[in-house]
């Protein structure tokens, strides 16, 4: 029995904000953002619109593009590190405006890795007989963390107002961060099949010794309460990231887990058709496909369009690769990711 991806979706917000709009916040530029991370524009979702929201939009696509209907779901992954609420998690709130029935409802935070995480736990599942069509969804409203109550307003376009040197200060603390993250959602329909095609090797691995280099302190509940207005001031509600060290880390276990994946399969590197990477930096991806010595057709990207959105953007980018005709039959395909925690990993997938 094999897991296999019959249907995907996305998700996505619909303010389309470029580098050039954030350059009217802080003191950053088209050109440094680009040169930097290949990203020039990100969706930020609308007020009041959280990533169950875009999570409930991405999973009736996929279960559309499945050719079922929602009642025809047995599990849900939802893997997020930005959730409505810190409880419940987004899945039951997605169950039931998605009109899943009563189905059990995972809630997963393994960050930019969570898609993964979410493939392996969805091919356990539908391995073990448990479960026949899974829902995974990966879904992010990063807009939350930043601090745009200085210029949001500006930003999507409701004030024409020019923010203060204040504000554009402030906002300037956290740029080497906020420009680099984006709201959207992806999903896969998973599905129990007989057959070659299906998920193959996963190796999954987790460094918790590096759990500093990408973090949010704020808003814990190791303090007492967990938030607070100062908290808030000194900025602990903004993640936390040494960029150059996630950069190393990123560029070297990668491509060391695609190894690991295809080495326990009897692959060459070669005979891989397609090698979808976590979109956090396009240098980072370009460093994964010279370290792999794969040609760049081999190694799409869509981060110039959504900047990191974390947990939704292998869904994303596999769905648009389908769309865009790079998936077809008979191909082997590997996904990877590193993120915070730190989470890496790759998974084999037969098409
Ligand atoms: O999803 C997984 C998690 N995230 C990642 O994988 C991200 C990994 N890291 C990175 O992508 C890169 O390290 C960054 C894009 C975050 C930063 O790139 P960098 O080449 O490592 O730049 P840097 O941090 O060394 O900063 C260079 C300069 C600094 O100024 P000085 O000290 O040289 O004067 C920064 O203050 O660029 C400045 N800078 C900015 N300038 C304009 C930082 N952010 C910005 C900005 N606009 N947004």
Redesign the pocket.
């Given at each position: 029995m094999r897991s296999v991806i019959t249907g995907t979706g996305i998700g996505v917000p619909p303010h389309v904000i470029t580098n050039e709009a954030l350059s009217r916040l802080?003191?950053?530029?088209d050109e440094?953002?680009r040169v930097?991370?290949g990203i020039q524009e990100r969706r930020y979702a609308e007020l009041g619109q959280g990533s169950t929201d875009l999570g409930v939009i991405a999973s009736r696509n996929a279960i559309a593009d499945a050719g079922l209907a929602p009642g025809d779901m047995d599990a849900v992954i939802f893997a997020t590190m930005t959730p409505d609420h810190v409880l419940p998690g987004n899945g039951p709130l997605l169950q039931t405006a998605l009109g899943l029935g009563d189905i059990p409802t995972f809630d997963i935070r393994q960050?930019?890795s969570g898609f993964l995480y979410g493939l392996e736990l969805a091919d356990l599942f539908i391995q073990s007989g448990r479960y026949r069509r899974v829902l995974l969804v990966g879904a992010e409203v990063h807009t939350a963390f930043m601090p745009w109550h200085l210029g949001w307003d500006t930003l999507i376009g409701q004030s024409t107002r020019e923010i203060t040197e204040a504000e554009r200060a402030e906002n300037t603390l956290s740029?080497?961060?906020t420009?680099?993250f984006g709201d959207g959602a992806g999903a896969v329909v998973i599905e129990a099949r007989e057959g070659e095609a299906g998920l193959g090797t996963i190796r999954l691995h987790t460094d918790g010794a590096g759990a500093g280099v990408?973090t949010m302190t704020g808003a814990s509940f190791k303090r007492r309460p967990f938030v607070t207005v100062e908290q808030i001031q000194a900025g602990e509600t903004v993640p936390v990231?040494s960029?150059?060290e996630?950069?190393k880390s990123?560029v070297t276990l990668m491509p060391q887990s695609v190894r690991e994946v295809c080495a326990a399969s009897g692959l060459a590197v070669e005979d891989l058709d397609l090698v979808l990477v976590?979109q956090?930096?396009l240098?980072?991806i370009e460093g994964v496909q010279k370290a792999l010595g794969l040609p760049p057709e081999k190694v799409p990207h869509n981060i110039e369009r959504y900047g990191?959105t974390?947990a939704a953007t292998l869904p994303i980018l596999f769905h648009e690769c389908r769309q865009q005709g790079l998936v077809r039959p008979g191909m082997n395909l590997v996904f990877t990711a590193?993120?915070?925690g730190l989470h890496w990993g790759a998974a084999l997938y037969r098409t």
């Open positions: 802080m003191d950053t530029s440094w953002i930097r991370s960050q930019c740029r080497d961060r420009v680099l990408l990231m960029g150059k996630v950069f990123a976590h956090a930096n240098r980072i990191n974390t590193l993120g915070s």
